[in-house]
């Protein structure tokens, strides 16, 4: 059973918007943070955003400050991630990560983390 599934990506052009989402069981949303890294062809997987479990912490990478937001929902156990003024350098398949500390910081994700499958953003030039 699978327990963080993103839906979400596709193809779109230079400055639109996407907004990624992840579905997670109750075992992998309760008191855990949850996060989004992406990895672009070629590349190692880099962090973009992570959320705390009460919401109070949120931290973005540096190359999308500013453009993408992070959020999540209880009642739906969904994490998002509403990327806006997309670059062709977004391109990336996108992982949603999920961290039972529950602190939101983004080392927390390489030592124990869940992962999704992944979804392909591409944004073309």
């Known amino acids: 059973q699978a327990q963080l599934v993103e839906s979400g990506g596709g193809l779109v052009q230079a400055g639109g918007s996407l907004r990624l989402s992840c579905v997670a069981s109750?075992?992998?949303?309760?008191?855990?943070?949850l996060g989004w890294f992406r990895q672009a062809p070629g590349k190692e997987r880099e962090f973009v955003a992570t959320?705390?479990?009460?919401?109070?912490?949120?931290y973005y990478a540096d190359s999308v400050e500013g453009r993408f937001t992070i959020s999540r929902d209880n009642a739906k156990n969904t994490v998002y991630l509403q990327m806006n003024s997309l670059k062709p350098e977004d391109t990336a398949v996108y992982y949603c990560a999920s961290d039972s500390t529950g602190r939101g910081y983004s080392s927390d994700y390489e030592t124990r983390a869940s992962w999704g499958q992944g979804t392909q953003v591409t944004v073309s030039s």
């Open positions: 109750s075992r992998t949303y309760n008191g855990c943070a």
């Open positions: 959320i705390s479990w009460n919401r109070r912490t949120l």
